[in-house]
């Protein structure tokens, strides 16, 4: 079946090291996104890629850093910069053209910091 | 900048009912698209339904139906004979129609479904 997959579903960082978390679509979408959640808020975009080897800052991009390589995968890594990282990310990618919109979201990493 | 404002952080309905979630939004785009998600407690965002503005009738998928009012720019879902596997926070979003997708969110609605 088609989809978005996320990895890992929890993730527990000390303060001061980098996580990387995983994403990865077999939908053949060519955008994809990653956006974080808090509670009592909508999500936030923090980057987004239209294309292979081309990526762009979102709303919230700070302490955060992304590459997209292949077309199927586009891992986020929560820096040591990142002041606030505990949160829930969602992953999500878009064909690129029609039907306007509609975003395909993976089941999320709830990242905890200690 | 696109803004979407959902002012009620909580509603119940018991179970049949019928319920209405309000949702405005601000832009002065004219060609765009408006949505509501679903994320139920496993939290894996689901679509429920989709408006395009430049339709004048309103979408309808089954027990989901909005009130798309373009001047006000309000977007409310009414979800009608409710069910217990409705209870989720719901999210309105909002996309302009140009190069880029952009899904603009709400802070979401929490329903709960009671028996």
């Known amino acids: 079946d088609g989809g978005i997959t996320q990895s890992p579903k929890y993730l527990f960082r000390k303060e001061g090291q980098n996580v990387t978390l995983s994403c990865e679509q077999n939908?053949?979408?060519?955008?994809m996104y990653w956006y974080r959640q808090d509670p009592g808020q909508g999500l936030r975009l923090i980057y987004y890629?239209?294309?292979?080897?081309?990526?762009q800052k979102g709303d919230i991009a700070e302490g955060y850093s992304v590459s997209r390589e292949k077309k199927e995968s586009f891992p986020l890594t929560v820096t040591s910069a990142q002041k606030n990282p505990t949160a829930f990310y969602l992953c999500?990618?878009?064909?690129?053209?029609?039907?306007?919109?509609?975003?395909?979201f993976g089941p999320g990493t709830r990242l905890t910091v200690l | 900048a696109q803004t979407v404002t959902q002012s009620q952080p909580e509603m119940s309905v018991q179970e049949a009912e019928t319920v209405t979630l309000s949702c405005t939004y601000d832009?002065?785009?004219?060609?765009?698209?408006l949505f509501w998600y679903k994320q139920p407690p496993s939290r894996q965002m689901i679509l429920v339904i989709r408006?395009?503005?430049?339709?004048?009738q309103n979408a309808t998928e089954n027990r989901f139906s909005v009130n798309f009012q373009k001047a006000a720019k309000s977007f409310s879902l009414k979800i009608s004979d409710s069910q217990l596997g409705d209870t989720a926070m719901y999210f309105c979003?909002?996309?302009?129609?140009?190069?880029?997708?952009?899904?603009?969110f709400g802070t979401g609605t929490r329903l709960l479904v009671s028996p």
């Open positions: 979003a909002f996309i302009m129609n140009t190069g880029f997708q952009k899904l603009v």
């Open positions: 408006q395009e503005a430049y339709k004048q």
């Open positions: 890629s239209q294309i292979v080897n081309d990526f």
């Open positions: 999500a990618s878009t064909p690129g053209q029609g039907p306007w919109g509609e975003q395909f």
């Open positions: 939908l053949n979408h060519d955008a």
């Open positions: 832009t002065s785009e004219s060609n765009y698209y």
